[in-house]
Structure formats: structure tokens, C-alpha cells
């Protein structure tokens, strides 16, 4: 069979060979549970959590202290939103920009409901900018906690964290960064930005999937969503998953060495699979902010041809997709190019492509040529 090309990074990135390595050494020969005192087995196990905490922290500049490991970053939203707000005199208001992931909107729904929070929207234009004026302003009005995103899993739109966490702290508001598009592609600096919890997730930067993390910066105590044993400080109980953890940190270990450089090389080739496809397809649209966005995300709409005509064409040559990963196969119209106030037709023939460093130029000029080529077809089918 011929090997399909992945174009999804921003649902799930292949695990790094060297990091692969490190997971197996930790699952068949350093297998202990951290938390065995009595022997070597324990201790070892013990020891890589210790220099996956050190890992992590340097790649965001937090303390090894702040990281809490949990799944991966919806375990993390769920405990920093749920956690907080559990402390707060009921209904406290959330500041939540639009075009959060699920994990942060739906939580924020499900409290709503039970009448434990007030939402607040931010504003955002059509290339999924926040309204800074706007959150000032809300902010000024006090909040319980603001919940922003540091770069956008569908369009890519990455946000100036150092000027709202600067804006959060000025109004003594806890901030929380969903953080698990930008770790390890993008600089994030926990302690300087005023930065409450950030969430991380291991699969979205070469890492394992179900591992992430969960930063809370010193003197903000959560409580726990899951009782047990009282591992790591009390706050998420249960063993830990130290193959996934080690992996993560030797991910965190990599990006910190290899980001410039691999993040330049995947802008180039975004750059030259959006011109390819411009050249080809007249109407084609960008979205997003094409100044400030992740290197490898290249979100595109040709309007007039729905985007699951193109995905049926190319699923088996080509893996891109229609959306956020954690809504795939529900029939709705993505929350994010809605709350952009983008057409309808745009919206129906939105594409998200996302590279990686794995990806290679042969694979971005097949790539534009299958997407060139479907097209096409279908153009001559829907207007014959």
C-alpha cells in the first residue's frame, strides 16, 4: 500500500524516534513505579520524573515544582477550571475567549449550567485576534479567572500571552494558558508572563499520547479532582505513567536544542505548499493571521466546494482534515471559523493542513498536486 501522507500535525504528531527510545527503556528494563522507596527499580523511576520536571520547566521557564503531570491537557483544563472555581464564591465570572478548544468551552458550559460561573466572551476579529482593548475593559470589571489560549489548534492565530497575562495581573486575575499548540514550536515563558496554569499536552510536540502537564505557579493551590494515594503534592493522584512522563520530558529536552531551527524549515515549506495551491486554485482563501501564526499551520477555504468532498477524495492519499481533532466526525460547523464571523461558504470549505518536522518537500509538492487535482474534479462535477 502506498504510504499515505500526514499533513495533521496539529491533531497529533508522530513520536520523535529518539524519544520512542526513552519511552521503551522505561517500559521494559527502568519499569518501576515512581513511588517504590524500598528498591533501585523505584529509585530510577523516581529519578527520571525528577529530570522530566527539570525538562519541562527549563522549555517554559517554570519551576520543576509547578509541573503536575496528568493525561495530557484536557485532564489540565478540566483541573485548573474546575479546581479554581471550586475555591470561588459562586457564580464567579470566567473571561473565556471564543475560540478556546472544547476542552475549555464545554467546561466552561458544563459549570454554567449548574450555575457555578458566569461567562464572559472575548471579542475576536476575522483573522481570530483577541480584542485587547475589550479584555481590558471586562477585566477591569474583576473576574475570577480569564481562560486564552496561546495559539489556535484550527487557523493556527498565535496570541500576545505576555500582554494579557500583563493586563490578568494588573487586575490581580488568575490567567490560564491553554499552551498545548505552542509548547515547543512557539517561546512561552511561564514565569515572566503572568501566567497563572498552563496546560500541556505530550502528543502535540513529538511526545507520547496521554501524558501532559499541568504548570500552577507557586502559592495558587487547586484541589484535587481525583483522591488516592496523595501523589504529586496531593493535587492528581494515581501512578505515575512514567514511560509517557520521561517521554515528555525528552521531547521538552529536544524542542528546547531543535525548535529554532526545525520551526524556520516547516514555515518554508507552509509558504511553498500555500503558494503552490494559490497559483492553482484562484479563489483560494488563507485564514487566520498570517503574521502571527504557527509556522506549520496553513488553514485554508475554497468556498463553493465543501470541504468533505475534498477530505472523501483525498483520505487515502492524503491525511488533512476539516477541523479540530476532538470534534471529527460530528457534522457542525467549527465554533472557531464561527466565532470569526466568517461566511458560510468559507466555513463549508475549510481545510486545516498541518506540517511538521517530519515532513518532507517531495511530500508538500504531492500534497499541493492531490489537493490541485481534487479540486479540480470536483469543480467539474458541482458546475458542468
Known sequence: MTKIIYLDYHSTTPVDPRVAEKVMYYM??????????????????????????????ELINASPKEIIFTSGATESINLAIQGHISQQNTPAKII????EHKAVLDTCKALAKKGLIEVICLKVNQQAQIDLEHLAKVCSKGAALICVMAANNEVGTIY???????????????????????VGKIPLNFQDWGITYLAISGHKLYAPKGVGALVVRKNHHLPPMI???????????GTLNVPGIAGLGEACRLRGLEMERDESKIAVLRSQLQNLLQSKIPNLVVNGDLNNRLSGNLHISIPDIPNTAIIARLRHQLAISTGAACSSGIVAPSHVLQAMNLSENIIEGALRIGIGKFTTKAEIET?????INAVNAIHQIYFL
Open 28 to 57: 521494559t528494563t527502568a519499569f518501576g513505579n515512581a513511588n517504590s522507596v524500598d528498591h533501585s527499580y523505584g529509585d530510577e523511576a523516581a529519578k527520571a520524573v525528577k529530570q522530566a520536571r527539570q525538562q519541562i520547566a
Open 96 to 99: 473565556v475567549s471564543p475560540v
Open 160 to 182: 500576545p500571552i505576555e500582554k494579557i497575562g500583563a493586563i490578568a495581573s494588573s487586575h490581580n486575575i488568575p490567567f490560564l494558558c491553554d499552551a498545548s499548540q505552542a
Open 227 to 237: 483522591y488516592g494515594g496523595g501523589h504529586q503534592q496531593g493535587l492528581r493522584s
Open 367 to 371: 500534497a499541493s498536486s492531490l489537493i
